[in-house]
């Protein structure tokens, strides 16, 4: 877990570190560096935890700090006082799209009774309409129409937006199940009525596992976020998941945490080089760097990890492989991972001949012939002939799942 990151992104820390203090490796390091700063923020992430607030990074707060929780930050700070408020008392709300569990009947009984809680104790007073409400309401995954991307199943559930902005979202790979009233979706609900559920989480299902063995209950994933090869094995990534796979489909299954430790919560990007025995793991504008333990049979983080990006790079990463050149998206950028500097940034369509028109996320080669793997679907692009060859596959019938 990057300690800095979750006081930065919860709002409890407004300084970040420098850049040129990333390649101290231990935590104990950066609290050294930062006593003062980083103590006091967590300090004030425990006193809103409900735990002894001695500054330390002890397990009862690691504990904390990696329970699923909601996505927005606990601590902002106001400009204005009412700055963010109704000018109105009778707000409207909307369901665009719905999980697919539970039924659509329980979900919006649920948000009634999360709406109810909060008219009961405040002067507003909310009722739902079909579209154009006040705020919207919708199960969404991973990157959607906002600057929040979701982290795939565990971590963030939900998060909202502050008045007079109406946005509530909900991470729709949880295993949502309708249990008790007015939990998770009256303290999003909260976030857009105040400054301005009747959703829990299966927790029993078994997502902090360690690796598993059961071959028979497999989950088969949705969507692509990066692809690797290291000695010979197939690697998919997936949410906080990692797939292995061959040509007959997933051989097992991983929690990121567990087979890249240290590592981000999800990835935007992988790649691995022969040449350098490196993976590259990228996330945001931050890339991992890990080397394969062959005895222990596990990814190690190397000590001068996690670096920045060059602020040369104009965009976030969105999916990384070698390649003459390399691509993501619109446009795509060469990375020399050794002297970490972009040595080149284009358009995709003038040095890419007939590239899908999605974003590419890794890619798998197979002679002349290359698999480009976009969100759920892979082309088979022919190398000499610079086009794509036949019809689309879907992921999941290339994972038999």
């Not at 008219?119 to 154009?132: G, H, P, Y």
């Amino acid at each position: 877990m990057d300690l800095q990151q979750y006081l930065s992104d919860y709002g409890y820390l407004k300084e970040t570190i420098s850049p040129s203090l990333m390649s101290v490796s231990s935590t104990d390091a950066i609290l050294r560096h930062y006593s003062v700063t980083i103590r006091d923020a967590l300090k004030k992430f425990q006193k809103f935890a409900g735990l002894k607030p001695t500054g330390k990074l002890d397990a009862e707060t690691r504990k904390k700090m990696q329970q699923k929780r909601c996505g927005r930050p606990d601590v902002i700070a106001l400009r204005k006082l009412g700055e963010y408020k109704w000018k109105k008392n009778d707000l409207t709300y909307s369901i665009e799209s719905l999980p697919k569990e539970p039924s659509e009947r329980e979900v919006r009984e649920a948000i009634k009774k999360a709406s109810d809680t909060w008219s009961a104790v405040t002067t507003l007073k909310l009722n739902e309409i079909s579209d154009e409400a006040d705020i919207t309401i919708a199960f969404a995954r991973r990157i959607h129409n906002d600057p929040w991307p979701f982290d795939g199943q565990g971590g963030i559930l939900a998060h909202a937006t502050l008045p007079p902005s109406g946005i509530l979202h909900f991470d729709s790979d949880e295993r949502w199940v309708y249990m008790n009233p007015k939990v998770s979706s009256s303290a999003d609900i909260g976030a857009n009525l105040e400054h301005g559920s009747d959703f829990e989480t299966d927790s029993s299902n078994g997502d902090n596992d360690s690796n598993r063995d059961r071959k028979t209950d497999i989950s088969c994933p949705d969507e692509v976020d990066g692809i690797i090869t290291v000695d010979g094995s197939n690697y998919l990534f997936s949410g906080n998941k990692v797939y292995e796979f061959d040509h007959a489909g997933i051989k097992e299954e991983y929690l990121l945490k567990n087979l890249f430790p240290n590592g981000p919560p999800f990835i935007q990007g992988a790649l691995s080089n022969p040449r350098t025995d490196k993976t590259l793991l990228f996330h945001g504008k931050m890339v991992f760097a890990y080397y394969l333990d062959r005895y222990k049979k596990k990814f190690m983080l190397e000590s001068n990890y996690p670096q920045k990006l060059p602020a040369a790079l104009n965009f976030k990463p969105m999916g990384a492989f070698l390649w003459h050149e390399g691509s993501q998206g619109n446009h795509f950028a060469t990375y020399d991972e050794n002297w970490n500097h972009i040595t080149l940034q284009n358009e995709v369509v003038n040095y890419f001949d007939n590239f899908p028109a999605k974003p590419i996320r890794g890619v798998l080669i197979q002679q002349m012939n290359v698999l480009l793997f976009g969100d759920n679907k892979i082309y088979k692009y022919d190398v000499k002939d610079k086009k794509v060859i036949g019809k689309a596959i879907q992921l999941k019938a290339f994972l038999h799942c």
